[in-house]
């Protein structure tokens, strides 16, 4: 499973665009980029899933260069309820039996400030 | 809701004892799997199981234990409990083609007094 590397936290505050970047230099051609989102005593949640260039639900965008080594959750005009932390996973999940572990990472801590 | 259920959602035990976890996965999910997550630090991977079978273990103590039945809910079971094991126990579910869009329950609270 490819490594991943976030930044540890990040502050913002309401109203702007928070970008989170993700490194994942050891990507294999199979595997494509997954956000979640904690909050405090919750299980995790799926933000968005991408494989290449650019993907956008109704949340966030990610955004993945031609090279795909890294990757970059954005949200747009955070509020306060986006205080959380989000975690970038890299996995295949074409292979059968579901084998790719989720291993998650240390994760983002993200505080949005008034 | 995430369509996971895990039970209960609080336990509160002794050092020594033993305690059994239980997750129902998502309809139609063969995969299940289980976390620690202890207080303000990561999600700990334990243990993965895929139609009743072992898929992968993680970082699961030899105390700790798990299986997933035919109807392919799960339980982690914890025995000679240590002040140690308080955490907070998740439980996630992925669809048969191995997506990792996974889908996680609301937990369950363990401590151990």
């Known amino acids: 499973l490819a490594k991943t590397t976030q930044p540890i936290s990040m502050d913002s505050y309401e109203g702007q665009e928070v970008n989170i970047t993700c490194s994942h230099n050891?990507?294999?051609?199979?595997?494509?980029i997954t956000w979640y989102q904690q909050f405090p005593s919750q299980g995790p949640r799926f933000i968005i899933q991408?494989?290449?260039t650019k993907v956008t639900n109704e949340v966030a965008s990610l955004f993945i260069p031609a090279d795909r080594k890294s990757s970059t959750l954005s949200l747009p005009r955070v509020s306060l309820s986006d205080t959380a932390v989000y975690y970038c996973l890299v996995g295949d999940p074409m292979f059968s039996g579901g084998y790719n572990k989720l291993i998650f990472g240390a994760g983002t801590r993200l505080a949005v400030h008034p | 809701d995430s369509g996971v259920t895990q039970t209960p959602k609080h336990l509160i035990t002794a050092t020594g004892q033993r305690v059994t976890l239980r997750c129902s996965p998502r309809s139609g999910d063969l995969s299940v799997y289980w976390y620690q997550q202890s207080l303000d630090q990561g999600l700990q991977f334990l243990i993965q199981?895929?139609?009743?079978?072992?898929?992968a273990k993680g970082n699961i103590l030899e105390r700790f234990s798990a299986q997933q039945f035919p109807d392919l809910h799960s339980e982690l079971n914890l025995s000679s409990l240590e002040l140690g094991d308080s955490a907070l126990y998740f439980c996630?579910?992925?669809?048969?083609?191995?997506?990792?869009?996974?889908?996680f329950g609301q937990g369950t609270r363990l401590t151990v007094v």
């Open positions: 199981y895929y139609n009743g079978e072992e898929r």
């Open positions: 996630a579910s992925s669809p048969p083609r191995g997506n990792t869009e996974a889908f």
């Open positions: 991408g494989y290449k």
């Open positions: 050891n990507i294999a051609t199979n595997d494509y």
